[in-house]
């Protein structure tokens, strides 16, 4: 076997579709890429060579463009952080590792499909529009606004008339389990929704006060300036309501992360200047005021900033998940959300089961399992919409 012919092996190792005999050669010749002295270099060329084939090979199977790889990491001591990238492959290399066949319960008959443009819009009168239906353009009309479906994934609230004096009703934007959408609001700030998130806002703010929604879930702010000819000092605030906090602005891009089944509210600056307020009287802490690239951390207990990970919020709004040595049992809650399953875990999870790595969203769920799996530290099933995770320690 020749190195294009290896490589070709690596391919349909990850894509799942090796036969047997291409399971024994790609563990015959993972030995030899080990470094344990019979490189067979007449058949398959230079060592380094080859081996920044096959990095560059990985990182295009994951959506990443290649990166200049330092060849010493294939000798190196893994820790205990798997990656879900090409270190999910150097961790094999280095940890007699051999994949003896390819998972049988993640199969195209029990895969799941990733999420998308999906959400339901309620107005004031009680009015629902499901907009993953809905046709593109004109939705309603409220307040001397009209709401339109401009585009799949965005509907947006714009001025048709002054109706001066006349306020907007309360609207609710709700994405499901598997959804996410963006609104642009009256005021031209723009929110992106995450998987099972609700806003509530005004349709038109009042210019009197300020210009205050309402987040269950996770949503991606980016605030623009009053518009008022005259605003109002109060109008100039933007603020975001959630059950513990409130969040106030003047004109900023920040991700507020607000689940109930996440142990923290977390609060991500990316430009602008914020004033995070827990709402809560217990804690000697009140309030906090956060710089870019700084992060609010609000639990039961403590309320700090922290380094924001600023690449990971970027990664949602492009359309890719972004693991820093993350948790298995965290990263699944995103999973869950994203492909409206339900994630079992055993009784008893390792507490070193840590990832890191960047992959599609638009993938299946089959496809970022078995990269997983290939670390061979995870197992899953997926039944209907439940999906069961097995440690392999």
Do not use: C
Not at 287 to 298: D, F, H, I, M, R
């Amino acid at each position: 076997m020749n190195k294009q012919a290896f490589l070709e092996i690596i391919e349909r190792v990850t894509d799942g579709t090796a036969s047997d005999e291409q399971l024994k050669l790609y563990n015959q010749y993972i030995d030899e890429l080990k470094g344990d002295g019979s490189w067979d270099k007449v058949r398959m060329g230079d060592e380094a060579e080859t081996r920044q084939a096959l990095l560059a090979l990985i990182d295009q199977k994951i959506d990443r463009p290649a990166k200049k790889q330092d060849y010493k990491l294939w000798y190196r001591a893994v820790a205990a952080v798997v990656v879900l990238s090409v270190s999910v492959w150097l961790y094999l290399f280095l940890n007699e590792s051999k994949i003896s066949a390819i998972p049988q319960d993640i199969t195209a008959e029990n895969d799941i499909a990733p999420g998308g443009n999906r959400a339901v819009l309620t107005l004031a009168n009680g009015k629902v529009f499901d907009l993953e239906t809905a046709d593109i353009g004109e939705l309603a009309s409220d307040a001397g606004l009209k709401i339109f479906k401009v585009e799949d994934g965005v509907i947006e609230y714009k001025t048709v008339s002054s109706a001066v004096g006349v306020l907007g009703g309360i609207h609710t934007l709700t994405t499901p389990k598997g959804g996410t959408y963006r609104v642009i609001l009256s005021d031209g700030t723009k929110v992106s929704l995450n998987p099972l998130s609700t806003l509530k806002y005004l349709s038109k703010f009042d210019y009197n006060s300020k210009r205050s929604v309402e987040l269950n879930g996770e949503a991606y702010f980016a605030v623009t300036k009053s518009k008022a000819e005259f605003p109002k000092d109060q109008h100039k605030i933007f603020s975001v309501l959630t059950d513990k906090q409130e969040v106030e602005v003047l004109g900023t891009h920040f991700n507020i992360q607000s689940y109930s089944n996440e142990a923290a509210t977390r609060t991500t600056l990316i430009e602008g200047v914020v004033r995070v307020s827990r709402l809560a009287s217990t804690g000697s802490v009140k309030s906090l005021v956060l710089k870019p690239g700084e992060e609010s951390v609000l639990t039961d207990k403590t309320f700090e900033v922290v380094e924001g990970n600023v690449e990971a919020i970027e990664a949602w709004q492009n359309g890719r998940f972004l693991f820093d040595n993350e948790h298995i049992t965290s990263i699944m809650r995103k999973i869950a959300r994203w492909y409206d399953v339900d994630a079992i875990y055993p009784e008893k999870m390792p507490r070193d089961l840590n990832f890191s790595g960047s992959i599609s969203k638009n993938k299946n769920l089959s496809q970022i399992l078995r990269i997983m799996e290939l670390t061979r530290s995870v197992h899953f099933k997926i039944n209907g919409r439940t999906l069961y995770i097995m440690s392999d320690e």
